[in-house]
């Protein structure tokens, strides 16, 4: 069984900084690509970023793209996500997750994951 355990979370103004972690138990954290997704109130779930399981190829959403940097460290099992320049449509409950595949070619929907944190919030104000 996996266990991911987002933090980091926060109220922040706008224009700052979170660094968003996402701590993973088990010992195939390395061996599958992850994601950050995040969803508003009344809004559907977007994928913000994915990593694959070296770190070697990243996705970004253009909403994030130039913001936001995903990275993660195979020897801890926890992936991280730094956001800067945060804006009020920023404003989520961010959620980690693990991909079934390696690579990052088809992982843009929550069904290619099979493991989900249980969330963090960001609430970015004006």
């Known amino acids: 069984q996996v266990q991911l355990v987002e933090s980091g979370g926060g109220l922040v103004q706008a224009g700052g900084s979170l660094r968003l972690s996402c701590a993973a138990s088990?010992?195939?954290?390395?061996?599958?690509?992850m994601g950050w997704f995040r969803q508003a109130p009344g809004k559907e779930s977007e994928l913000v970023a994915a990593?694959?399981?070296?770190?070697?190829?990243?996705y970004y959403a253009d909403s994030v793209k130039g913001r936001v940097a995903i990275s993660r460290d195979n020897a801890k099992n926890t992936m991280y996500l730094q956001m800067n320049s945060l804006k009020p449509e920023d404003t989520a409950v961010y959620y980690c997750?693990?991909?079934?595949?390696?690579?990052?070619?088809?992982?843009?929907?929550?069904?290619?994951?099979?493991?989900w944190g249980q969330g963090t919030q960001v609430t970015v104000s004006s």
């Open positions: 088990g010992r195939t954290f390395s061996s599958y690509a």
């Open positions: 990593i694959s399981w070296s770190g070697g190829s990243t």
């Open positions: 997750a693990r991909a079934k595949s390696r690579g990052i070619a088809t992982i843009y929907t929550g069904d290619e994951y099979d493991y």
